[in-house]
Each structure stands twice: as structure tokens, then as C-alpha cells.
């Protein structure tokens, strides 16, 4: 199951730059997260599910919720994956 831009609820900047290129491939690091910017969140939210072996559009769109709402002061990727993660039963 892939999840796609379709399946996103939020509203997205789709302009990207070189840093945040979506082609762009690897884990979940210290990179910030833009969690306004719909390639960066696509992108954690697909990282995320295979991950943690999710397969269903639900699990993704639980996943982008989460992303909305992670405290503002964790910002690198790791951190918001491990809030997520640190989070899951509460949403």
C-alpha cells in the first residue's frame, strides 16, 4: 500500500528547494521538519509507516495528525518521529 499526496487531509506548500528535494532518500534524521511543507511530511509519513509495517491510508492519516500536533519546540525528524512514536495510544 502506498500513501499518496490524495490521501493527506492538511493544505501543503508544494514548492520545494534543493535541501528538501523529495527525491531526496534516507531516514528520518536531525534535518528540521516543515510540517507545512507536503513533500517533507509525505515523506516522514511514508518513512514511518514502512517502518513500523502500517499499511492502511488510516494508519498515514493518524501519522499526519500526529505531525500537525507534536509539541513546536521538537523539530529535527527524529524527534518528531520518536514523539509520534512515544505517542501513538494518546491520538
Known sequence: ???TKAD?????????TREDD???KGEPDSSLLNRSEGY????MIRKLMAAWGLTTVLAGQKI???IKAHPAHLRSQEHVMNWIYNNWDRY
Open 1 to 3: 500500500m502506498s500513501f
Open 22 to 24: 523529495p527525491k531526496l
Open 64 to 66: 499526519e495528525r500526529m
Open 8 to 16: 493527506l487531509h492538511g493544505n501543503y506548500s508544494w514548492i520545494h
Open 40 to 43: 517533507e511530511v509525505l515523506y
